[in-house]
């Protein structure tokens, strides 16, 4: 394996021929894909290629499947210093956790937690992630700086919001200004994609929703916002406008094709159609319900109105198949049981919104999400040869149910090798585990958190649950 490693690293053309290969159709056998200049350059039959690329030696990889990387439709990557603590705790984990912690990191501490979440997002088989921007002010470089060096691509909000409670925190012009410059400087990156945020709605005046989704639609990029995942922030929007959040954005003409929105949860029928009628995309994010106790987002439903959504890990584990099979068990356990829905979609949906699904929800259509001439060469080589895989009857099904990250032999974006048997190929992983290790107890202890529950060993002594 060291060998196709090594052949795998050159810095020229790449001519694969994998066992398998997930096209946009379905896996297909026979199938070679010439890699030049970052992007799928060619992809035919084994004949055909060998018969056109005669000066590219061929690597061969017959018990292995060439397919997409994930696209994390949803995450935060200044969090994984305190991934940890939010175990077990009630919602708004936010307000006690999340602000207080990335409010008290500074430039390297943001470095060092993007970095460690980035090799994290790309081990579990990620090639795009979408940040829903950084709460440590001023310290978005670092956040891109850690994007670029782990080959994980980016998609790296710039948060707007200028209210706290009810007060204005900061002149509407000047982040606006700064949201522009953000947006260009990240253009024409080829690893980095700008975004604009509002951490959630009532974090903005209606003025500066208006003015940034706006923003974003005029410039290409995606607007992202998080809706309608705690009850208690549906309840604040209706006393304070009498309508809940969806419908708030609805009414300011706030939604459409450039917007991606965090959870969606608690959706009535009319805001489902609200979504679906402006384009809008969702994050649908699985494992978060699960560990944080919000509803379930009625993907099935969603699916079935032809809305756009992919698959978000909201920061929590960054294990593409295991995500991919909770977004399915959750709509199972919430929805098929209860119908007798014994496909809940099938594995082709959950396969679709992890990857090419995922890639139109966080703007990047025309970029990744699937094997195709002409998009970057992000992409996994899986081992099949693995008794989770043998016999395979329905491989589609197979990587929902048995895929798991530690299946995944080479991680490439842009057409460069990044990880293989989930390890960087060209930075020092095990200095970044020391540095984490020896700086991290220090910058949580420094940052006002407020946990209601004590850590497990505590937690267990009380004798009781709650």
Known sequence: MSAIRQQLSTTGDLMLRPGQV??????????????????????????????????????????????????????HLTQSLGKALVFGEPSEIFRRIWVPLEGSLDERMVYLSAKLAAWEALRGGFT??????????????????????????????????????TAQIAEPGVILRQAEEHVSAYRRDPLIHPSLAISIPEA??????????EMAAGAGVVFQTHVNEHLVAVERSLAARGLRPIEH??????????VLLAHSTLVTPHELNLLRETRTAVAYNPVATLWKGNAAAPALQ???????????????????????????????????????????????????????GAADAAGLSGVTGSIAEGLAADFLLVDLDRPEFIPSHDLMW???????????????????????????????????????????????AEAPIQRIHPLSEAHRGLGHYR
Not at 133 to 147: C, E, M, N, P
Not at 249 to 258: D, E, I, K, S, T
Not at 418 to 444: C, F, K, S
């Open 22 to 75: 997930l096209l946009p159709e379905g896996p297909r056998t026979g199938k070679a894909i010439v890699v030049r200049d970052g992007t799928f350059h060619r992809i035919d039959t084994v004949e055909a290629i060998a018969r056109d690329f005669p000066e590219i030696t061929a690597i061969d990889l017959p018990d292995h499947l060439l397919m997409p990387g994930f696209v994390d439709t949803h995450t």
């Open 128 to 165: 795009t992630a979408v940040d829903a921007g950084t709460r440590s002010k001023g310290h978005v470089g670092a956040l891109v700086q850690a994007g670029r060096e782990t080959g994980l691509r980016s998609v790296v909000g710039f948060i707007c919001n200028d209210l706290s409670g």
């Open 204 to 213: 903005a005046t209606d003025g500066m929703l208006k003015a940034v989704s």
């Open 249 to 258: 954005l609805a009414h300011l003409g706030v939604l459409g094709p450039q």
């Open 302 to 356: 969603m699916a079935a109105l032809g809305m756009r959504f992919g698959l978000g890990t909201d920061g929590t584990r960054a294990d593409g198949f295991r995500l991919m099979d909770a977004a399915e068990g959750l709509q199972r356990a919430g929805f098929g049981l209860a119908t007798g829905d014994s496909s809940c979609g099938g594995g082709w949906l959950w396969l679709d919104r992890a990857t090419s």
């Open 398 to 444: 197979e990587l929902v149910r048995y895929g798991n990250r530690d299946q995944i032999d080479a991680v490439f974006t842009n057409g460069k090798l990044r990880l293989w048997q989930g390890w960087p190929v060209d930075w020092d992983a095990r200095a970044l585990l020391e540095e984490v290790r020896r700086d991290t107890a220090a910058a949580i």
